[in-house]
């Protein structure tokens, strides 16, 4: 098991911004991503970001807006969200993946308990 604590999540405006943090000392070790679900949504890839950090992926509707970072040596991964819209209202994970190409759940193998966005139109 790996750990993962999010946070970071709230509510914004439409256009506002918000930094979403997850940690894990074991973080270092891993490809890492960020996820997002609505209900009654399956949980879709927002970005995912290779160990060394030399290689990361974005889903098309977050490409500009959004960008993962990662500081393996604060075991942390980021994920800067400027220009937030309604749509992204959802709860996001971190999640240990097993390749970033695709970012998609199916890759994932341990997750975090999620943080809540909420932007307001």
């Known amino acids: 098991q790996v750990p993962l604590v999010e946070s970071g999540g709230g509510s914004v405006q439409a256009g506002g911004s918000l930094r979403l943090s997850c940690t894990a000392s074991?973080?270092?070790?891993?490809?890492m991503g960020w996820f997002r679900q609505t209900p009654g949504k399956e949980r879709e890839g927002v970005a995912c970001i290779s160990v060394s950090a030399d290689s990361s992926h974005y889903a098309d509707s977050v490409k500009g807006r959004f960008t993962i970072v990662r500081d393996n040596a604060e075991g942390s991964i980021y994920l800067q969200m400027n220009n937030l819209k309604p749509e992204d209202s959802a709860t996001y994970y971190c999640a240990t993946v097993t390749a970033i190409s695709p970012c998609i759940a199916y890759q994932a193998t341990y997750w975090g308990q999620g943080t809540q966005v909420t932007v307001a139109a």
């Open positions: 074991e973080v270092r070790y891993y490809n």
